[in-house]
């Protein structure tokens, strides 16, 4: 994060880089691994909730790490972030929820979602960052860090 960042971390950039951090670890500590194959393997519906929430929160917070129309970071740099965080939404989610699908349905999908994101972030600009967005970040982040403790109750 900090390599695509500008110095400035007001609250809603805080909060939206603890939801995108937090949620994959809680989940690689339920699953006891940090393979993302093994994590999406995980059977129940209270760790498939929790994926999915992690996934939200990582689509919803990204932007705020890239910092959409800050001169003072690289474009390419905040494209690889945005990339990085839909590739990973993707692979949470997906495998689990359409366990069947080819790999190159699954590859066009993945690059769909990362670009997709990029695309809304530079559409939306400023307003991809907003405070609320953060909070609904949050909000996701917060609800898969529970059904993650959850699930290996």
């Known amino acids: 994060m900090v390599l695509v ?14 939801s995108v951090a937090v949620p994959p ?4 500590a339920a699953a006891a691994t940090f393979d993302v194959t093994v994590l999406v393997g995980l059977p129940g519906r209270a760790i498939g909730a ?9 689509l919803l917070g990204a932007p705020h790490l890239a910092q959409p129309g800050d001169l003072a ?12 965080a839909g590739l990973l939404a993707t ?8 366990p069947g699908l080819p790999g190159v349905l699954v590859a066009s999908v993945a690059v769909a979602v990362a670009a997709g994101l990029g695309l809304a972030t530079s559409i939306l ?3 991809a960052i907003g405070p609320q967005v953060a909070a609904l970040a949050a909000a996701a982040g917060a609800g898969s860090v529970v059904l993650s403790v959850l699930s290996v109750r």
Not at 53 to 58: K, N
Not at 73 to 84: D, F, M, N, Q, S
């Open 5 to 18: 960042a500008s110095p400035q971390w007001p609250w809603p950039r805080l909060l939206a880089a603890v």
């Open 125 to 127: 600009g400023p307003r």
């Open 73 to 84: 970071v690289p474009r390419t740099a905040r494209a690889l972030l945005l990339a990085a």
């Open 91 to 98: 692979a949470l989610v997906l495998p689990g929820a359409a």
């Open 50 to 58: 929790a994926r999915a929430l992690a996934a939200a929160a990582l």
């Open 25 to 28: 670890l809680v989940l690689a």
